[in-house]
């Protein structure tokens, strides 16, 4: 009785600790240090705690308060006493049913305070004083005890059932001897195993029957699965439940509890287990305790009973399977997912999940469509495996004709590109030649508008003269004048006074004042005017025009391009576009409002080279160097000829005999001037040749070939000729093609006339506007992003010649072969032609001092024409590039085609991948568009007061998403950190499981839905 007043009185207490005592607050100070000792203890995240901080003195100390209260009075120890008392087996059976009246509610207070209190309390709950572990799964598997005994007695009866021979429970550490779990707490979890071994492996009495039963009809097993999931929660708790021998086995054997829900609550704490790094082999350990335990034929049996016959319980139907599609489908051995697969399929599963396709719960459609979408169908990677074969044949002979056609396709863009050269040469002829005639036509033009003037003019004169002679006559006639004819045949005109005689004075005077204006008419025609004064850049007519700055309603972000200068512009593209025209066509508002403000051997000794003898088996003497001696050797064996052969083909250019390849090779074996010389002395000195090795004797031949070095390179200038023509027209071509194109091309000069039209409205309040770029600004485009960082202004020019200059969108298809010419060095192709030029030449000069050698005489024929062709094509393509790149405002001289085209080419590139880009976003906005209103339209048809289908939409739309997040991010999580099992559990009610073929360092496959903390 005194037991049980005790008992009694700590029931008191222990409810007694629900009432809030108010406390008076102390000094800041205090209260400061004592908040940092709770916020300490709580363990709580640092976004969480720096929220805490900025809490008031007042709420401060009502959290210390609740803290401290429920430390003081709440201690482990009180939890643990009371659950130690149900399992006294010496307690009465009258006092047992008074005691385990309040053993749900003790537990539920227990989980709460596993749940909410800090770490140290939890700590303080596992440790080796409390062992409140050792004691929650003791309890756990006393209340499970008449449920297991009544699933034995089913079959046989309870003499048959109570063997000696079989245990009742069977330790992880015996199935997986030798596991290597992270265990905390040292060596007390081991202790604490063979501490409680002694109640596992013993057969439990009657009495103990008769109590378990009674616990086993409240919902005690339930509430300590969650206790158990609270620990667990912690890293600590964690790896304590997965190292205690015992623990995982009495969770799993939980799923023998009657209550549906219970074992929903089961089979999601063991899925997120399964997930976490090495929970899986942990999890199949306990199912085979638990076939031993309950006496399965196969493991699994009762779960999928159980799932067979709680058809009407969805929940629990729901975890069953997300937790068997995780045991089957989270291992990285294929070859074992297929058994664990094969397992479930002997149970029947496969024709149950047939049943069950049919289904109204769309949870349970979700998580049946993942296993099925996880599940390895070997017989289709059989047949998959078999046809790899033929597919592969069939790879390679579809790349054999790739290849030809390809070859094919080189050969017929090689003559396509010579023939546009040809009709670009002849282009280019006839511009120069209408070029000639407008001058010619301008001259004219001039003549006759100078011929024109100086007829008006004469024809003015002759009418001034015929008006003077009018008034003379009518002078005469009135008497006032009279005139006179002279001897030399000039005519005077002399005032006549009244007195009717005649001033000699006046008639000088007059004859003076009338004589030039008789001049006028029997002179010489008047010379022609000067001509008029050249156009002078001074004047207003070829002065820049001033551009306005553009006031813009947002500030914009700046466009780094690299400007012309006013008087660089002329003659230049810039010079023929008007960007101002092109703000008037667009909608400068949506574009401020998408960007408003991101090694040799040593030298010959000729003192001791002609003592050097070989050390070859014979004494024969040796005049060359060892080294050179013994290539050129080797040079010789290839050619397989005799020292005579060889000298007499060089003496007539023969190149059947010696292939070019060969004279190649034998040029660096041309003799140096004290090799020569070393020959000469030896036979001055009359030895005897034979004496001399085989390469001594060849060279001393060799050397005495007159004109050696420039026969030499005639026959290697004749053997690669062809060679070298046939390499260097295609790149001359591609650059003459490429030049051509890129200047003649009118849609490339509106794009850049709507590039220089964006780009000074953008810059035009901060810079200033300019009247033309440097091409590499065309780079930067990708580089001004708009404002919310999704396009660029090359997406927006895109966008904006779509829209409005649809014409000029595929301008890129005016542009020829400008690949191709970015990769040319016309530098070095240049220097080619010239020292083909210099061969020839040299050629030349062989032929007219032997011209009976038909060789040269048919080589020279044949080829001097394609050279010239050669030639005039050089000269055509650097005419044609430097036009080109000073029509862009660049310098011939700094800019190269390797730096001019491939400006070109990125533009190009980037330009098509803007408008592919652009492409796709508008077919998504609009896939999204035609989504919301089909939906919309749906929701129309529905009842308007009803929620289901928008509830519907909702979560498919939800794990839509979250599967898309999946894929896209593959981090590992964090094992066993707090609150991670939490999150699994959490995340798998939304997401279903999707299993991977590829090995990664975790299984778990839902964590883009978690929080950064739990990654590493």
Not at 276 to 281: F, P
Not at 711 to 727: C, H, L, V
Request: aromatic letters at 8%.
């Amino acid at each position: 009785m005194g037991n049980a007043g005790s008992m009694d009185s700590q029931q008191t207490d222990f409810r007694a600790h629900n009432v809030p005592l108010k406390l008076p607050m102390p000094e800041p100070g205090e209260l400061e240090e004592r908040f940092a000792v709770v916020l300490n203890a709580m363990n709580l995240p640092p976004d969480k705690a720096r929220l805490l901080r900025q809490y008031d003195n007042e709420k401060k100390w009502e959290l210390i308060c609740d803290q401290e209260r429920f430390q003081v009075k709440n201690p482990p120890h009180t939890y643990i006493q009371k659950l130690k008392g149900y399992l006294d087996p010496a307690v009465t059976r009258k006092k047992f049913r008074r005691r385990v009246q309040e053993s749900t509610q003790v537990l539920r207070e227990l989980e709460i305070s596993l749940r909410t209190n800090h770490i140290g309390w939890v700590r303080e709950f596992l440790n080796e004083e409390n062992r409140g572990l050792d004691v929650l799964v003791e309890y756990l598997s006393f209340a499970q005890y008449a449920v297991t005994f009544d699933f034995e007695s089913v079959e046989s009866t309870v003499e048959s059932s109570v063997d000696k021979s079989k245990p009742w429970s069977r330790s992880i550490e015996d199935l997986h001897r030798g596991s290597n779990l992270p265990s905390p707490v040292g060596n007390s979890v081991s202790r604490s195993g063979r501490h409680s071994a002694l109640r596992y492996n013993t057969l439990p009495s009657r009495r103990t029957l008769k109590n378990s039963r009674l616990v086993s009809k409240k919902d005690d097993v339930h509430v300590c699965i969650m206790c158990l999931r609270a620990i667990m929660n912690y890293q600590y708790g964690f790896n304590m439940v997965m190292s205690h021998p015992h623990a995982v086995n009495e969770i799993a054997l939980s799923l023998n509890n009657k209550n549906p829900r219970t074992k929903a609550l089961v089979l999601e704490l063991l899925a997120a287990v399964c997930l976490v790094r090495g929970g899986h082999e942990i999890i199949l350990s306990a199912f085979d305790n638990f076939k031993e335990v309950c006496g399965e034929k196969q493991r699994f049996e009762k779960l999928m009973e159980h799932f067979r016959n709680e058809d009407n319980n969805i929940d629990f139907m729901v975890a069953s399977m997300q937790f068997i599609n995780i045991v089957v489908h989270s291992v990285e051995d294929m070859n074992f997912r297929v058994h664990l697969q094969y397992e479930f399929t002997k149970l029947g599963l496969d024709e149950y999940l047939d049943k069950l396709k049919h289904t109204e719960s769309d949870k349970l459609q979700v998580q049946i469509q993942a296993y099925l979408d996880n599940v390895f169908d070997v017989g289709a990677l059989l047949e998959d495996a078999e046809t790899k074969n033929a597919a592969l044949e069939r790879v390679e002979e579809l790349e054999e004709n790739i290849s030809h056609l390809s070859e094919k396709l080189q050969d017929t863009e090689n003559e396509a590109m010579s023939k546009i050269v040809e009709l670009e040469k002849q282009l280019m002829q006839r511009n120069k030649e209408l070029d000639v005639v407008r001058e010619i036509y301008k001259d004219a033009n001039t003549q006759v508008h100078t011929l024109r003037k100086m007829v008006k003019e004469k024809e003015e004169a002759i009418q001034r003269q015929s008006t003077l002679e009018k008034k003379i006559h009518e002078l005469e006639k009135q008497g006032t004048i009279k005139i006179q004819k002279k001897g030399d045949g000039d005519i005077a005109i002399l005032p006549v006074v009244a007195s009717g005689t005649l001033s000699t004075g006046s008639e000088v005077a007059v004859g003076n004042f009338v004589g030039p204006a008789m001049g006028v008419a029997s002179s010489s025609p008047l010379p022609p005017p000067p001509p008029p004064l050249p156009p002078s850049s001074d004047t207003p007519e070829a002065a820049v025009k001033i551009k306005k700055p553009i006031k813009t309603k947002f500030r914009m972000p700046v466009f780094n391009w690299v400007a012309l200068k006013p008087n660089q512009i002329n003659g230049t593209v810039f010079n023929e576009i008007d960007d101002e025209r092109i703000l008037e066509d667009l909608n400068v508002d949506e574009f401020e409002e998408i960007f408003k403000t991101k090694a040799q051997g040593p030298a010959i000794d000729l003192s001791s080279s002609k003592q050097k003898i070989t050390q070859k088996g014979s004494n024969k003497v040796t005049l060359l160097e060892a080294n050179r001696a013994k290539n050129l050797a080797i040079t010789l064996r290839k050619a397989g000829k005799t020292a005579d052969e060889i000298c007499k083909a060089i003496h007539v250019f023969d190149l059947k005999t010696l292939p070019v390849d060969f004279v190649e090779c034998l040029m660096r074996f041309l003799p140096t001037e004290n090799e020569v010389k070393v020959f000469r002395l030896y036979e001055r000195e009359r030895k005897p040749v034979e004496n001399l090795s085989d390469e001594d004797r060849f060279m001393m031949q060799f050397s005495k070939i007159e004109r050696l070095m420039q026969k030499m390179t005639i026959m290697a200038f004749i053997g690669n000729f062809a060679e070298s023509i046939q390499m260097l027209t295609p790149q001359l071509h591609s650059i003459i093609a490429a030049s051509v194109s890129i200047k003649s091309s009118q849609k490339l000069k509106k794009i850049l006339e709507i590039i220089l039209a964006l780009g000074n409205y953008m810059n035009s309040s901060k810079r200033g506007a300019v009247y033309g770029f440097k091409l590499q600004s065309l780079d930067l485009l990708l580089d001004t992003k708009s404002t919310d960082r999704k396009q660029t202004l090359l997406h927006y020019i895109s966008n904006v010649v779509k829209e409005k200059y649809h014409q000029v969108s595929l301008f890129y298809n005016e542009l020829h072969y400008v690949e191709k010419a970015a990769a040319v060095s016309l530098e070095n192709v240049l220097l080619d032609v010239k020292e083909l030029q210099r061969g020839m030449d040299l050629t030349k000069r062989e032929y007219t001092m032997h011209d009976h050698n038909t060789l040269l005489k048919e080589f020279i024929l044949s080829n001097e024409g394609k050279l010239k062709k050669l030639q005039d094509d050089a000269k055509i393509a650097q005419d044609a590039f430097d036009d080109v790149v000073k029509y862009f405002g660049e310098n011939p001289k700094t800019t190269p085609p390797s730096v001019f085209f491939p400006v070109f080419v990125r533009f190009v590139k980037a330009y098509k991948q803007a408008e592919e880009e652009n492409e796709l976003r508008k077919k998504q906005e609009q896939a999204l568009m035609e989504k919301l209103l089909e939906q919309e339209a749906l929701m129309e048809q529905q009842d308007p007061k009803s929620p289901s289908h928008k509830s519907k939409r909702q979560q498919q739309e939800l794990i839509a998403e979250l599967r898309r997040r999946q894929v896209k991010d593959n981090r590992h999580v964090y094992e066993g950190k707090d609150g991670a099992i939490e999150d699994i559990i959490t995340v798998l009610k939304t997401v279903p499981f999707t299993a991977r073929t590829a090995k990664r360092g975790s299984r778990f496959f839902c964590e883009p839905v978690l929080t950064e903390e739990y990654h590493y």
